[in-house]
């Protein structure tokens, strides 16, 4: 059975709530009433930040971050805020929809808090990813009404960058690896499902992390069209999460200039898109790809890859970069609109 996912982020608006709190319950509601199954927690906070601010041992100077100290978790804050409002309010959460909630939990990935400082070395990957377990260790949690089934590291950055520490045979390459299975094995052991979020698949090193068990990356990648995939997948027992639509705003708006004109629109003409959206005089609903888009998608990859390989569906990435919070909610009624019709 394909579940619904998302990946987290949303655009934040002001005058929504008057309490951080109440903004992440209204949000995880409203997730859920979208009908996605099990929903990452609302993230309106910048992700690298977020816990880089966690990090005792670090320095910020003119290019980045440094290594001052052995890396550890700050004493006391080692829970994420959004996690602890979830677990402490679920009863009226669950209570909200009706049933038990589940909930995606992602961490940023060592590789890609690496890639803020101004300077690293193999053992940097190590010491990020020790941190990163104790952090993701103190904020699964299994109870009645709540359930932290999933666990996703997002490494954005993996794949995009001419790095010479992931060299094939480097040192560095090693201990990137085992920083992912030091994360992964930690999740698995609290008997909770992992992922890896990608943006690019061309560094396939992923495949060998033997704790990782659900890759995703973009709707474009051609890890989702390849018969390589579909080898690997069944070679290393892995799965994938299905990504159907789309997120990148711009592209959305461009695309559909294009398709409306059958030509090719200027970066000019998408910023005034932009303007008409800011003004209120055009929909930005409008830019959202519709729902036999996304069916058609989930079905591909389904038909090329089993049913039993492709567990969750939903969106390529977070929506933060929507116009407005309402847009993001209705893709996320899409995505989840077009499981069930595939289911």
């Not at 929504?16 to 409203?30: H, N, P, Y």
């Not at 954005?156 to 040192?171: A, I, N, T, Y």
């Not at 990648?221 to 027992?237: G, H, N, V």
């Not at 629109?265 to 790809?289: H, Y």
Request: glycine share 6%.
């Amino acid at each position: 059975m394909i579940r619904s996912t998302d990946v987290g982020s949303l655009p934040f608006e002001n005058g929504q709530t008057e309490t951080f709190e109440q903004r992440i319950i209204e949000s995880l509601l409203d997730k859920l009433n979208a009908g996605i199954e099990v929903p990452n927690f609302p993230q309106f906070r910048d992700m690298n930040q977020m816990f880089l601010s966690m990090i005792e041992g670090l320095e910020k100077i003119e290019g980045g971050y440094v290594e001052a100290d052995a890396l550890r978790v700050k004493s006391g804050e080692g829970r994420i805020a959004e996690m602890e409002i979830i677990k402490r309010n679920a009863h009226q959460i669950a209570h909200a929809v009706g049933r038990p909630i589940e909930i995606r939990f992602c961490i940023t990935g060592p590789y890609t808090l690496s890639s803020l400082f101004a300077y690293k070395t193999a053992q940097t990957f190590t010491q990020l990813g020790n941190v990163l377990a104790k952090i993701l260790e103190q904020n699964i949690f299994r109870e009645k009404q709540c359930a932290v089934v999933l666990v996703a590291v997002d490494e954005p950055v993996f794949g995009f960058l001419d790095d010479p520490l992931l060299d094939k045979g480097s040192e560095g390459r090693e201990t990137l690896l085992k920083a992912w299975e030091t994360i992964f094995y930690k999740a698995a052991a609290k008997k909770a499902e992992t992922c890896l979020h990608l943006h690019r698949t061309s560094d396939t090193l992923f495949w060998e992390i033997r704790s990782l068990k659900i890759i995703e990356s973009h709707v474009d990648d051609p890890f989702y069209e390849s018969e390589a995939t579909k080898k690997r997948l069944e070679a290393e027992d892995k799965f994938v999460k299905a990504s159907i639509c789309r997120t990148e705003f711009d592209a959305l708006i461009r695309k559909k200039l294009e398709a409306a004109r059958a030509g090719k629109v200027s970066t000019q003409e998408i910023g005034e898109a932009w303007k008409q959206i800011t003004r209120k005089s055009l929909d930005p609903k409008n830019f959202i790809e519709d729902i036999n888009a996304m069916k058609a998608r989930l079905r591909k990859i389904v038909n090329r890859f089993g049913l039993e390989r492709v567990p969750y569906a939903g969106p390529e990435c977070g929506l933060k970069g929507f116009p407005t919070y309402e847009c993001a909610i209705e893709c996320l009624k899409r995505v989840a609109t077009a499981i069930k019709a595939v289911k």
